[in-house]
């Protein structure tokens, strides 16, 4: 089955770290550029970070740049998002997607996970 | 960064309506525009990639148009499965940024 499954939510207090995981299984996870897309309950969609299928490039949104770094593990079929130095309002659902292609800008997200929550808080 | 505004935020239609929902780049995207659909507490789908080009297994009552800076998406015969948000998002240039989303509700 073709599926993305993230883990690694939780809670964690304003300024801690969390590492979140997305295993990907049912396609050639190497064939694809990934991204990180976060939602706050309610909210809209916010793209968080993305990298081609060789880790060539790496972006992030401002609102991340410099406390989150995105990496993947192509023999594992894995994405990680390392969040550093969280905040309040870094709370959200946080969805791993697939591109549709192996590079961006360009591609679209053609598959998503189910998406893991972070809740921020003291 | 390019900013997305989509229009209108919320509308209401009834089963079998034409509905068009727009998105509006700050700059040039050619046509690195992408729609979504998402219901609640479900993940986003792809309906429409590159502005026009419809998602495999997507219905065709969905089409896109557009490139540049304006951009359309349009549902011909809403069905009821269709009740849901729509987000635009371009894929020009990062951030890779969305709209703020449309809800469409039943009337």
């Known amino acids: 089955e073709v599926e993305l499954v993230e883990s690694g939510g939780g809670l964690v207090q304003p300024g801690r770290s969390l590492r979140l995981s997305c295993a990907a299984s049912g396609f050639t996870f190497d064939d694809h550029a990934m991204h990180w897309v976060r939602q706050v309950p309610g909210k809209g969609l916010e793209w968080v970070s993305g990298?081609?299928?060789?880790?060539?490039?790496?972006d992030y949104a401002d609102s991340v740049e410099g406390r989150f770094s995105i990496s993947r593990d192509n023999a594992k079929n894995s994405l990680y998002l390392q969040m550093d130095g969280l905040r309040p309002e870094d709370m959200a659902l946080y969805y791993c997607a697939r591109g549709r292609t192996g590079y961006y800008p360009g591609g679209a997200f053609d598959m998503w996970g189910l998406g893991t929550m972070v809740t921020v808080s003291s | 960064d390019i900013q997305m505004t989509q229009s209108p935020s919320s509308l209401s239609a009834s089963v079998g309506d034409r509905v068009t929902i727009t998105c509006r780049a700050s700059q040039s995207i050619s046509t690195y525009l992408n729609w979504y659909q998402q219901k609640p507490g479900k993940a986003p789908k792809l309906l429409i990639y590159a502005a026009f080009s419809l998602q495999s297994g997507v219905p065709s009552r969905f089409s896109g148009s557009g490139s540049g800076t304006d951009f359309t998406l349009t549902i011909t015969g809403l069905q009821p499965e269709d009740f849901a948000t729509y987000y635009c998002q371009q894929s020009y240039s990062p951030p890779l940024t969305f709209g703020g989303g449309t809800k469409v509700e039943i009337k």
């Open positions: 990298i081609t299928w060789n880790s060539g490039s790496k």
